[in-house]
């Protein structure tokens, strides 16, 4: 069966250090309630999509490793594919989450997907890197994303034109636009690309596309653990945009997906299920999108 989404941003183990009140100062030491292990990066994605009734696959490599034996095992218990290759060593990253914000240390090998893996299962959109969007195979929709090392190297965005849309946070805009000014960065960026999404925090989110800007606000929430929220969003923006729903609409079901997953530790966790995501868009007074009703949790688990 041909995937709704192909996910080619790295995969990583997320070690997350629960209940810290403070990020540790250089020299210091402070005790977590707990350590969790969790999917990262481009599986958060590829998780949310499938919570949300998208056939979903993860491309990247995973290395043959007991880090990308507990990947694989988690992909396979969401009904996630994997299409990548196996490598020697999977990307790990150690979280630690505190009073709303996190502080990341990420050991990654830099294995990248190839076309080939991308394209593989047909795909009706794909999540890539700027520098990976010539891998996307042909008719597919692009959203490009970025890392953060990726947005300090202040990367050739020509290939942006290629892509549907460009996902970033507010801080990555910054910097590969090199404007101060949010809004600024969105209609800078959107110069290069169809759409420039740049999400905001509890702000919520604002994009540029066609000369316009369109800004949504963001939802209640208390931020336990924020890490990949930005990947939920990607999901779930993509979500809207295969149901075809105006760009208004897609950023404020992207925010509330989002702003819903944060007040656990790690992402995955946060990631709630397409009928969740509906009785909390009704409650916010979203309209229903015309096919979100029919992805269900049982038509995920036949697929």
Known sequence: MSLDLACGEPAFVDLTFVGLDAVPRPGEERHAADLARSPGGGAITAIGAARLGLASALASPLGADPEGDFLRAALAREGVRWTGRAVARTPVTVVLPAQGERAMATYDPGMAVTAAELAAGDPRAVVVGIPRIPLAPAGARVYAAVGDADARARLDLDALE???????????????????????????????????????????????????????????ATAVDTTGAGDLFGAAYVWGDLQDLDLEERLRWAVLYAGLSVGVPTAVAGAVSA???????????????????????ETRRTR
């Open 162 to 220: 290629r892509a549907d849309a460009l996902l970033v946070n507010e801080r990555e805009a910054r910097l590969l636009s090199g404007r101060e000014d949010a809004e600024d960065a969105a209609r800078a960026l959107g110069q290069h690309v169809a759409c420039a999404v740049v999400t905001l925090g509890a702000a919520g989110a604002l994009a540029a596309a066609g000369g316009d800007v369109v800004r949504v606000p963001g939802v209640r």
């Open 275 to 297: 009928e969740r995501l509906v009785l909390e868009g009704k409650r916010h007074g979203l309209a229903l999108p015309a096919r979100a009703a029919s992805m269900s949790t």
